[in-house]
C-alpha cells in the first residue's frame, strides 16, 4: 500500500524549480566574474610614481617584449648549439 502524501503540490514543485535555476544561475555569475581578466594591474601600473609609459620599469613592457632575447641569450644559444 502506497503512502497517502507522495505526490508534491505544485508549489513544491515550482519552488524546487525556482531553487534549482536561481543556484545554477549563481554558479555560473561568480565563473564568469572568476575568468575574467583582471584590469588592476595595468591601473596599478599607470598609477605608479615616476612612469610616464606606464610600465613597471624600464626594458620592460610590449616593446622590450617585441625586441627579441637579450644578446647574452643569444649568445648562451650559439653556444649550445
Keep these: 500500500m502506497p503512502y497517502p502524501n507522495t505526490v508534491l503540490t505544485a508549489w513544491q514543485l515550482a519552488l524546487i524549480a525556482v531553487v534549482a535555476v536561481g543556484t545554477l544561475t549563481v554558479w555560473l555569475v561568480a565563473v564568469f566574474v ?9 591601473r596599478a601600473a ?9 610600465t613597471a620599469a624600464a626594458g620592460t613592457g610590449p616593446a622590450a617584449a617585441a625586441s627579441g632575447p637579450e644578446p647574452t641569450r643569444q649568445a648562451e644559444r650559439r653556444e649550445a648549439a
Excluded: F, I
Excluded at 572568476?34 to 595595468?42: C, F, K, L, Q, V
Excluded at 599607470?46 to 606606464?54: N, Y
Design 34 to 42: 572568476a575568468a575574467r581578466p583582471s584590469g588592476r594591474a595595468d
Design 46 to 54: 599607470l598609477a605608479s610614481p615616476g612612469t610616464t609609459t606606464g
